[in-house]
C-alpha cells in the first residue's frame, strides 16, 4: 500500500517480489522468535528492525496475524509502525530522569551539609553560652566584688542571646 512504499522505499511489486526477507533485518537477534511466535499462535506483535530500500535500518512496531481467505489459503496482515521517534522520545525521557535524579541527589547532600553546619554552628553558640553562665554561677562565689544581681543580670542576658541564636 502507499504508506508502506513511503516507509519503505520499495515500489509495491518490488516489495511483493521480495517478501518480508527484503524488509526484515536479518541480523536481528530477535526475528526468529517472532517468527516462531506467529507459526505458533499465528500472530506477533513486538518491535523489530527493518531496512529501507536505502539500507537504512529503524525500528518498527509489528503486528502480523495469518488468517485463511473465503478459499482456504492461507494468507497474513502485516502492519508495521515506525518506532524511531518513539525511541528517541523514551531515550530523551530516560535521560531527563536521570538529570533530575542527579539534581534530586545534589539538592539532598547540599541540604544534609547545610543541616550539619546548622547543627554545628548551634551547638557551638549553645555551648559558649552554657559554659558562660556556669563560669558566672561559679565565679559568683569567688568574686566578691560583684554582686549577685549584676551575675544575674549578666546571665540572663546571655540566656537571651542564646535563645536569639537558637531561634535564628
Not at 16 to 44: C, I, V, W, Y
Not at 140 to 154: C, H, I, P, S, V
Amino acid at each position: 500500500n502507499p504508506a508502506s512504499v513511503a516507509l519503505f522505499g520499495w515500489t509495491e511489486v518490488e516489495m511483493q517480489a521480495m517478501g518480508r526477507s527484503g524488509l526484515l533485518d536479518p541480523n536481528d537477534t530477535r526475528l526468529e522468535h517472532a517468527l516462531k511466535e506467529r507459526s505458533r499462535t499465528g500472530q506477533f506483535r513486538g518491535e523489530l528492525r527493518f531496512v529501507r530500500k536505502n539500507g537504512e535500518t529503524f525500528e518498527g512496531e509489528l503486528f502480523t496475524s495469518v488468517f485463511s481467505d473465503q478459499h482456504g489459503e492461507q494468507r497474513s496482515t502485516v502492519i508495521v509502525r515506525d518506532a524511531t521517534e518513539r525511541h528517541r522520545f523514551e531515550s530523551a525521557l530516560q535521560d531527563s530522569a536521570h538529570k533530575l535524579q542527579a539534581l534530586s541527589r545534589r539538592i539532598i547532600n547540599a541540604q544534609e551539609a547545610e543541616r550539619r553546619r546548622v547543627a554545628h554552628e548551634l551547638h557551638d553558640e549553645l555551648g559558649q553560652s552554657l559554659t558562660a553562665i556556669k563560669i558566672n554561677l561559679q565565679s559568683g562565689a569567688r568574686f566578691k566584688n560583684r554582686t549577685t544581681e549584676e551575675t544575674n543580670q549578666e546571665n540572663i542576658r546571655i540566656v537571651e542571646d542564646a535563645l536569639q541564636q537558637v531561634r535564628s
